[in-house]
């Protein structure tokens, strides 16, 4: 197990050391405890789950539309075949994938080299500049959806993927930023000054130094910048227009909705198909996500 | 932990070169993500303000000339009476309500899963990845099969046991249509809290609170008096997230029955810029209420800005 | 995962995303700018259930004919105004598109629009456009719409239902709650008659049927009428039949028409307001329901026809169209002859050319016929100003609809409230 963990998690130290015993399971026992907590565990996998359960029944069952019932009364594969052939599911698919993709590789080399700069350098303006970062966190870029439609006209960007990867890679940033900052920052100094006495140059100690250590919260802030493009609406929305095959998922769903609007069965196949990548790729992650989210936006 | 990396790398770099290096290089790191905050959100920051203070149409978005009427869009939006009586209620009690149920709902979750052996909170905290994983359209619509009037598992579950005699449509009133929204949102946004406050809660050494235990200390005092001071921080992130989150809610409202713009009783500040501007080709109007809205944001936020930055420099 | 192993992850990572980014660029380079040989097309999906291999018989008609290639792009009822509104601010409009014959104007005023008299002279077919079509699709004494096809809606309903509950298709305002009334005994569990709460159209009828107006035309000055006593009479006759009567669905208070036709195609409505293009999708959609449902003229208040809106498309030809003269090209393909008459068998629409209409018009299928009955005498307009889109885009109409449906609001309260504020955006005061 330990070998999993990167070199440096900023917070392996709480974790790990046994003699600081973190705040947790409590030595008391009492069957009325344990029965109280089951209890809650079984509420909160009913309200997680349901709408998870919920989607996958119908969109497995013939019937759905129909009858309710809680297993498919008729089962069918049907509506993935559906969906995924003339719903256009496919093209949508391949649209938020390199959408996502490229979002996340701009804004995160981006945010990288950002966070570098504040985390590491003391320079003028860089309390400015932090609290630029901080503030643009705060506009709700669904306000700027008028200006950045009139921005991305300008630019000749409208209807492509392009387009979208450029807001929503300004959308990924701040938080990027701010994200990445708390990881390099807990790069221990001295390991760069070591290796700038082993004779490194900047570049060097950048790519074979910080980079490594600072992967975890790469990790990080790729999948948040992912997320947000998989799911962003609005500017989707506005910006591909009539350009269907350049449609993303949430979309090419609402799209797909406005025409099926009583297929209950496609809709939820099609719901399925966007949410499950996503979904196992939440699970895989989410001890890198959680750690991420600590050293990253909370001990900032 | 900050103080320990703020130690200047410079300074410990007696060469000449180094130095000037280290003038330059920060700016050169931070160019390119300078030049795309000023391009994309700067400046058309500027923009929503110019084009709120004029008669934008759609002649005016194809044409580029301005047409400025000063500040009579905004005159217009404060003299709505809706803008009191649905809009900033729904925007601002909805977001109030929602930030409340995910804080609480999330914190608890992840003191629910402190207490769990290993197994227990693998599964659970799986789940609740599941349910952060759902893309806020695809729950919308999931959301709104369960819901639906007809044929949605909800109506159908109270009718056969007895506790509705008819189907009702939850969507067309405003309290039972947010109260969907508000289950929609807070599905989506509680394991994000819940994440970050079981992290966060991981970290309290557990001496303290066994000490607080032999002082007598019931579990209440001890979450109160230890651990939201300890996640003080913690708290402070997950709350302004979920605030900036909550308040600009536009994909949940917009996607359910009624939600874009055929039932007023459900605006809020988003859908209605939207609908005015996109639909009534109203631009100027519309960005003067993405303006509102952009305004009441940065002042609830503010404070946080201000208390963190605060901390860092101390 | 070990240490050792995440290195490589990272670099392949990296070169699987350079990879995506370089297709991305490559799958959204916008071909926006496609001058030779493209004609890029936007239609109204839904019209013909048919419409893919109808286009590609055009698609290789119009090639064979010109030499360029046909992009033709299916674009929702629902989402086209915004969509157009979008494009239109975006300069992302295409060539060549099919406009909703109430929005033609609205464009036109914006400056997307081309005028095509010039064309539609020179082609020589001006004397042969049916003049409603025309008249709608004319903004500052030009023609920015050619017209393609109209439709009309009428009261459809479930034959076998009927024969099963012993009903007869209704005649009057009073027949039609019978109706309703007889159809609910015999099915508690299915829709007598739906009454929906997005879908404006279906509301216009009763309105006109009562003697009331939607909006009248006073020198420059709108003003709409949905709130006088003759339409208040209308909407609570129409309303009513839901939220008295209980002869709806709960759920229809937030369907739009394509919802209507979902429920009708699966069986479980007994009448409902639907267009003359719906046939066809009743039978495509569900197979069983053919030659089970029939249509009737809506009735008036006491007998007679109730009026309903003459819809229908034009296609208009956008500024940003390069090759103008290759746009018209398709534009009259389309409009005139073969295609225009395959177009209106396939769909159930009205051509809009003189000629292929009373063809059309003097048909005796029972489900064309009935239809034809409410075009020519029971067939009105919508208010014909350019504003009357953002009317649309509004959604007043379904805001009273809906508040009224779901008991929010009366009749009296909601039709003043929708009144006030169709006459406000149709005089572009707000």
Redesign the interface.
Known sequence: MS??R??VR??AG??RRPQ???????SRRSPLRQLG?GV??AL??V???F??Y??LN?SLDAQA??T?SFWPAEPTLEHYVFVLTEGGFGTFL??S???A??T???SS???L??S????????RM??Q???????????????????????V?DL????????????Y??LA??FG?WMLR?FV???P?EL??AA?LDGAS?GRMFWSVLL?LV?PGLVATSIFSF?TA??E??FAM??L????E?YT???G???F???H????GA??AA?TI??VP??I???LV?RR???G??AG???? | MTQQVTTQLTEKLPRLSRARAATVRPWLLLAPALAVLAVLLLWPLVRVFLFSLQDYGLREITTGEPNWIGVENYAQILATPELWTVVLPNTFGFAVLSVAGTVVLGTGVAVLLASLGTFWRTVTSSAIMAAWAMPAVTGTYVWVWIFDADRGVFNDALMSLGLLDDPTNWFTNRWTFYAIVLLNVIHHGFPFVAVTVLAGLLGVPKEMLEAAEMDGAGSFRRFFSIIVPQLRQVFAVVIILSTIWDFKVFAQVFLMPGGAGSNRSVLNLGVWSYVESFGQNRYGFGSAIAVLLTLLLLVVTAVYVRTVLAEEER | MTRAMRRPLVAATGAVLLAATTAACAGGSGDETEGDGTLSVWIMQGTNPDAKTFFDDVSAAFEEQTGATLDVEFVEWADAHDRFVTSIAGGTTPDVAETGTTWTPEFADAGALAPLDEYVDGAGVTEDLVEGLVEAGTYDEQLYGMPWYAGVRSLVYNTEMFEQAGVEPPTTWAELEEAAAGLKEEFPDKIAVAVPGDAEFTVYPWVWGAGGEVATLDGDTWTSGLDSPESQEGIEFWTGLATEGGYSSEGATTWRETDVLDAFAAGDVGMAVMGSWTPGAIVDANKDMEGKFAAVPIPGQDGGIAPSVLGGSHLSMFETAEDKDLAFEFIEMMTTGEFAQQWGEQSGYFPGQVSLLDETLASTDPLVAPFAEQFVDGGASVPAAPTYGAVQAKLTTSTMMQSILSGEADVATASEAAAEEMTNVLNGSE
Do not use: C
Not at chain 1, 241 to 244: F, R, S
């Open positions: 070998t999993t990167p070199l900023p917070d709480a974790v600081r015993r973190p705040y947790g399971r409590t907590k809650l565990v909160l996998l309200f997680t789950l709408p998870v919920w989607m119908s539309g129909h309710n391949r649209n994938l390199l959408v993709l490229g996340v590789l701009v080399a981006l945010a080299l950002a570098v700069a504040v985390a590491r350098f003391r320079f860089r309390t500049i932090l609290m630029l970062v901080l503030v643009v966190q705060m506009v709700p870029l669904e306000a700027l959806v008028i200006p950045l439609f009139v921005q006209r000749q960007l409208l209807e492509t993927l392009i387009g979208l990867v450029v807001v890679v300004a940033l701040p930023i708390g920052a807990a790069v100094v760069e000054e700038y900047w490594p992967a997320i998989w799911n609406f609005i506005t910006m227009g009539g350009a269907t350049n998922v949430a979309i769903l609402r799209s909705f406005g025409v609007s009583n297929d209950w809709i939820m719901s966007i949410t996503v979904m790729f939440f699970i989410q996500l959680a750690s989210l600590t936006a909370v001990k900032a």
